[in-house]
């Protein structure tokens, strides 16, 4: 099956499909948005089709806007479950519990209320830490994961990974880097949209002026500092979880050759033993924005094969 998805990608790209520039696609009309509470906070989470049940989980510098071109096609056939996380996008501000653990139970709140059990799941940037720890909490309730282009905290090269000059912002919160980034919210994300892209252009205005405007959302940046400074309590809790032994569904790791490229594999193995690997070309960490087409493609065929 691998090779079947490299050549999807591969045909995809060579067409130039994937290069088109990127726009925040609505979800489609028949989806629908509700506040659903979860483990002691309020969820955005949009709700589209029937059928087997995936969740998708965005990462920082977007929210759950970001699976809008995946949600238009998995939805044909799945019952699609899309949250903005804890205290970002439109989700209620919340002030403790980003450490991943609780979001992962997040997630587990929302499936609960919404009568759901086992899933699938898709996982971006953030996401992947949100979607390990959930995975590690319900190693029963998820049948296929797709983790895409970061990092899991604790989990395989995390140490090298961490001596990154580029990941400078992993140590950067706090009261006084928030009054930094106030009013400056575009400035700073530009930063994450330029730098880790293969082409920065593939992230594109509209895109830029769509998040900015999520993220000058009162208590948004505090929110997303936040996720980044419970990485030491996640790297806890994963150690834990690694201890419990690897996750034994079918991982796809994704990543975009001009960013994680196999490492995504390499931080997947340390944590599952049934993993898939997977480069995007001509793309850097934003899979969605910089090759649509061909991450929708290889997303739908790792779902559709048989477990």
């Known amino acids: 099956m691998l090779k079947l998805l490299a050549a999807t990608v591969a045909a995809l790209w060579c067409l130039g499909v994937g290069a088109a520039s990127a726009k925040v696609m609505p979800f489609p009309s028949t989806c629908h948005a509700r506040q659903v509470p979860a483990n002691g906070t309020t969820l955005h989470v949009r709700v589209c089709g029937s059928g087997p049940a995936v969740v998708l989980v965005h990462g920082y510098g977007e929210t759950g806007d970001m699976w809008a071109p995946l949600a238009a096609d998995l939805m044909r056939d799945h019952t699609v479950i899309v949250p903005d996380l804890r205290g970002m996008g439109l989700s209620a501000r919340a002030t403790s519990g980003f450490d991943k653990k609780t979001q992962g139970q997040d997630i587990a709140g929302v499936l609960d209320a919404l009568g759901i059990g086992k899933v699938d799941l898709v996982t971006h940037d953030i996401g992947n830490m949100v979607g390990y720890a959930f995975a590690a909490q319900n190693r029963d309730r998820v049948t296929r994961f797709v983790l895409m282009d970061a990092p899991i905290p604790g989990v395989g090269p995390w140490d090298e990974i961490l001596k990154s000059p580029l990941l400078w912002h992993f140590r950067f919160g706090g009261p006084d880097m928030e009054r930094l980034v106030a009013g400056r919210e575009r400035i700073y994300l530009d930063r994450f949209w330029n730098e880790f892209s293969a082409d920065p252009r593939r992230f594109d205005e509209a895109s830029r002026q769509h998040y900015a405007a999520l993220y000058a959302r009162p208590g948004a940046m ?14 806890k809790d994963d150690q ?14 994704i990543g975009g050759d001009h960013s994680f490229g196999p490492t995504m594999a390499v931080v997947a193995r340390a944590a599952a033993s049934n ?29 559709d094969a048989k477990v």
């Open 222 to 235: 505090h929110a997303g500092f936040e996720q980044f400074k419970a990485f030491d309590q996640d790297v």
């Open 240 to 253: 834990a979880f690694l201890a419990q032994g690897p996750l034994t569904m079918p991982v796809l790791a």
């Open 275 to 303: 993993v898939q690997e997977l480069v995007i070309p001509q793309s850097g960490h934003w899979l969605m924005e910089e090759q649509p087409a061909a991450t929708v493609a290889a997303i739908r065929a790792f779902l």
